[in-house]
């Protein structure tokens, strides 16, 4: 191979590695303001049930024909079955339904981390990516980052706030287990995000309009609006695109990392519209969380 033709191979994968940053840091900055806003609305009007009808009800009608044009795309039932469960209506109702027990907080801090933790083992016994001296490092830093984020919420535990936190658990083992699917069954972005609320829809809403005692109707219609938009426009088709695309680039534990960003996004966005000033130590997550983010992605690697 010539110089030329390594240079060219460098400056595409490095084009590749910005690309995929960017994208995750969007998703990312999508998964952050998600806590703040559905803790704002639960706490007042609509429940975990509404936001998930939102969430697989819009965006499956919206990718409905996708699915009339390709089907599962060579996956089968039971696959794209799989990916629903992980990052559908089951994902969305635990997230969601932890936020009626727990704070909003508690979700930053307990469901990326063990999104990353599952993500990153799994990748190693079924893939074989066994994480390096340097990302070891980035993810201890992480870690120490999330639980210095997350010590306030943490410090007083409250009546039945530990159900919301083991749902909280459960959301992020869901969530590791559509991404380490995604890539072991090599599914497109545009494939997945059409599949898990398509599939969700098919089995959710029938229940939902039959036996939930919905809040709709007394919510107002800007709200409603609201999460039409961000729960089943952003959230259930761009961020699920954009992350399904990162971890094509960059691999299921790499990919995971930017989870790990969502409680900093959580904390800045919870002071204007919650009201929550973070404190120094909140701050210092934050950093640290940068830091390891930057080591676990392997940015920087021993020569």
């Not at 690309?19 to 900055?29: H, K, V």
């Not at 936020?99 to 993500?119: E, K, Q, R």
């Not at 535990?157 to 749902?167: K, S, T, V, Y």
Request: with cysteine; proline share 4%; aromatic share 10%.
């Amino acid at each position: 191979m010539s110089d030329a033709t390594t240079t060219n191979t460098d400056s595409h994968d490095k084009l590749s590695m910005l690309m995929a940053i960017a994208l995750g840091l969007t998703a990312a900055f999508i998964w952050g303001a998600w806590p703040v806003i559905s803790k704002l609305s639960i706490d007042h009007t609509l429940s975990a049930y509404d936001l998930t009808a939102f969430r697989v009800g819009i965006a499956g009608i919206i990718l409905l024909p996708l699915i009339f044009k390709n089907g599962t795309g060579g996956l089968g039932l039971l696959r794209a079955f799989i990916l629903s469960f992980g990052a559908g209506a089951p994902y969305m109702l635990l997230a969601a339904g932890g936020l009626n027990y727990s704070t909003a907080g508690h979700f930053g801090v307990i469901a990326p981390s063990c999104m990353l933790l599952t993500s990153t083992i799994g990748s190693w016994f079924l893939f074989g990516d066994r994480p390096s001296a340097f990302r070891l490092i980035g993810l201890a830093a992480i870690l120490a980052g999330v639980s210095l984020i997350g010590w306030k919420a943490f410090s007083v535990l409250e009546e039945r706030q530990w159900i919301g936190d083991l749902m909280f658990a459960g959301a992020g083992v869901l969530w590791a287990g559509y991404t380490l699917g995604t890539r072991a069954w090599s599914v497109t972005p545009l494939q997945a995000t059409a599949l898990v609320p398509t599939v969700s829809a098919v089995f959710y809403l029938p229940y939902y309009f039959l036996f939930v005692d919905t809040k709709v109707l007394a919510a107002p219609p800007l709200e409603l609006a609201l999460h039409a938009g961000f729960q089943g426009i952003l959230n259930a088709i761009l961020a699920l695109l954009i992350y399904t695309k990162v971890v094509s680039i960059l691999g299921a534990a790499r990919g995971a990392v930017f989870a790990t960003t969502v409680p900093g996004i959580a904390v800045i966005l919870a002071f204007p519209v919650l009201g929550e000033v973070p404190t120094s130590m909140e701050i210092t997550g934050v950093v640290a969380v940068s830091a390891g983010m930057v080591l676990a992605i392997g940015l920087i690697k021993r020569k």
